[in-house]
């Protein structure tokens, strides 16, 4: 069975930068759509980013775009999100997710697979 493995989170200041790292296993990475969520105490779960099973195509929710980006290597079997200018508001548990996918299709949702999280905290 598919596992995801989030690591990098942390306490920065406002205007830093972070990366957080998904690790896959017990599936073939260059087979899964991956996406990225944030979701902080007392909110909605938010669709952050997300990523094409080839890492050819990605889309990005509208408060991080032109901040973030999401990245992956398949030969280590890794997604990544590099965070730049980040914000208190930013602050929030960060999941990442997959999906079984055989052609280069993206989305939003529909993901079957979830990591356990890692704790974002941007102090003002």
């Known amino acids: 069975q598919v596992q995801l493995v989030e690591s990098g989170g942390g306490l920065v200041q406002a205007g830093d930068s972070l990366r957080l790292s998904c690790v896959v296993s017990?599936?073939?990475?260059?087979?899964?759509?991956m996406g990225w969520f944030r979701q902080a105490p007392g909110k909605e779960r938010e669709f952050v980013a997300a990523?094409?099973?080839?890492?050819?195509?990605?889309i990005y929710g509208d408060s991080v775009k032109g901040r973030f980006t999401i990245s992956r290597d398949n030969a280590k079997n890794t997604v990544y999100l590099q965070m730049n200018g980040l914000r208190p508001e930013d602050t929030a548990g960060y999941y990442c997710?997959?999906?079984?996918?055989?052609?280069?299709?993206?989305?939003?949702?529909?993901?079957?697979?979830w990591g356990q999280g890692t704790q974002v905290t941007v102090s003002s």
């Open positions: 997710a997959a999906k079984s996918s055989y052609t280069d299709y993206i989305s939003r949702g529909d993901f079957h697979y």
């Open positions: 017990g599936g073939t990475s260059s087979n899964l759509r």
């Open positions: 990523i094409s099973a080839s890492g050819r195509r990605t």
